[in-house]
């Protein structure tokens, strides 16, 4: 069974892959929730197609292994490391501002990690950023933790200084950490001024993946994101084609919700939660199906194990989808039976394992339908939303990868849907949506 795209029978798909960034709209305010837009960190770039897709991918396995240091960390109870590993790192960066008066600075948006943190002067190592490093010395709003605050106690390390004050290291799976004093601060969201939120002012800042921005906001499920702290129970997202120069969209609090004339399109899977991996958003996945055939994948691959290691996430932060080794060969097996071009080897030029050759001049091929099926929810995904082409090297590839560890749904996978986070109902939901229309 092919998917068809456009007007035709067949599919059109000449797709670019950018990774996201996060620019605030002033248009809401505190009662109504945030609203803030996204844009590519690549926009504007002269890149290929698939040079995005390189991009995209180098970002997401270096992700990738961090999720999977963190599971073997979480598994194995007779780990000598001596900090917890976190996701870090991102697709997204978000302006907003910290401190009395206001200082703007741009931030990773991390839906797997908690902690919100900047770099502080006085910096012992700090990376470069664009934006002066913040001085709390000169806010009138800043005031560092205690080490007996409930916030510093949720921080799976701190050590308690010579005046009390909660000191915190975060460290991110390779060597990248941030290491400084816990403190709240006034935060800035456009128009939204937000007291006392608490966050990690850096001096001490080192690794890969930070430099574009100045700091990391945490949007995952503990009590030290910004989600646990603002008491919003809802959030969600919607992010255009990857091929598109337009915005995107980010939704907290009341703004969250699908519209009700859409409620019959919302397909909706419960949240799971790991005790050991408090930050992920876990989804129930039973099977997959290409081209109308559900693949013979036990839904023990991607069941969550008793000792925090195995599952799957969906993660803003992540480019491609990645699944267990097990299921991705099935799921490319299949794909290559189904799909009626020729197989090359081009992971040379693109880093993806599944290409094809597009025919000389082509602009409507068939490709297979993809169908993930979550609990209670079967995410039937459009072309654009799992194939990658350019037809000036002629090539089609398949947008997932192979995992040892864990599997993770990826933002390609989410284009034009809206993406509500529930978390009173401990739920997400997909909502097909124009993106750009929001």
Not at 33 to 42: H, R
Not at 96 to 107: C, R
Not at 111 to 135: E, N, R
Not at 295 to 305: R, V
């Amino acid at each position: 069974m092919a998917s068809a795209f456009s007007s035709s029978s067949a599919i059109t798909f000449l797709l670019a892959l950018a990774t996201l960034a996060l620019c605030v709209s002033p248009a809401f305010s505190a009662s109504a929730g945030f609203k803030l837009k996204l844009k590519s960190v690549d926009f504007g770039k002269n890149l290929s197609t698939f040079e995005r897709v390189l991009h995209g991918m180098k970002r997401g396995q270096h992700r990738l292994q961090r999720f999977n240091a963190m599971s073997l960390a979480a598994s194995d109870t007779a780990s000598d490391l001596k900090s917890p590993v976190h996701a870090g790192t991102g697709e997204y960066l978000m302006d907003l501002s910290i401190g009395s008066p206001a200082v703007s600075f741009s931030a990773i948006l991390d839906t797997g990690s908690d902690l919100i943190w900047t770099q502080c002067k006085p910096c012992q190592v700090c990376f470069d950023q664009a934006t002066p490093i913040f001085d709390p010395k000169e806010s009138s709003s800043y005031s560092k933790i205690p080490c007996s605050s409930a916030l510093c106690k949720a921080l799976p390390q701190q050590e308690c200084n010579a005046n009390n004050a909660c000191e915190y290291i975060y460290s991110y799976g390779d060597t990248s950490s941030s290491q400084g004093v816990l403190a709240t601060e006034t935060f800035t969201f456009g128009d939204v001024s937000v007291p006392n939120i608490g966050f990690g002012c850096g001096s001490d800042n080192e690794g890969d993946g930070f430099s574009q921005g100045a700091g990391l906001v945490g949007l995952g499920r503990g009590p030290l994101s910004l989600v646990s702290q603002l008491k919003e129970p809802k959030f969600s997202y919607c992010l255009t084609s990857i091929d598109a120069a337009k915005t995107s969209t980010l939704l907290m609090g009341s703004l969250a919700s699908a519209n009700s004339s859409s409620s019959d399109q919302i397909l909706t899977t419960p949240l799971i939660r790991s005790p050991l991996q408090a930050s992920f958003y876990y989804l129930p996945l039973e099977g997959i199906s290409v081209g109308g055939t559900r693949l013979p994948i036990d839904a023990s691959n991607f069941a969550l194990q008793e000792d925090g290691s195995g599952g799957l996430i969906i993660d803003s932060g992540t480019t491609l989808t990645y699944l267990i080794d097990s299921a991705f060969d099935l799921v490319k097996k299949e794909f290559i039976s189904q799909t009626k071009l020729s197989v090359t080897d081009a992971a040379d030029q693109t880093g993806l394992d599944v290409c094809f050759k597009l025919p000389s001049g082509s602009t409507d091929v068939e490709v297979p339908k993809l169908v993930f099926h979550f609990k209670g929810a079967d995410v039937d995904l459009p072309p654009e939303n799992y194939m990658i082409a350019d037809s000036s090297m002629g090539l089609a590839c398949l947008a997932m990868g192979s995992s040892s560890g864990m599997s993770i749904f990826g933002n390609v996978q989410q284009q034009n849907m809206l993406v509500l986070y529930d978390l009173a109902k401990e739920t997400l939901s997909f909502l097909p949506t124009q993106c750009d229309k929001l």
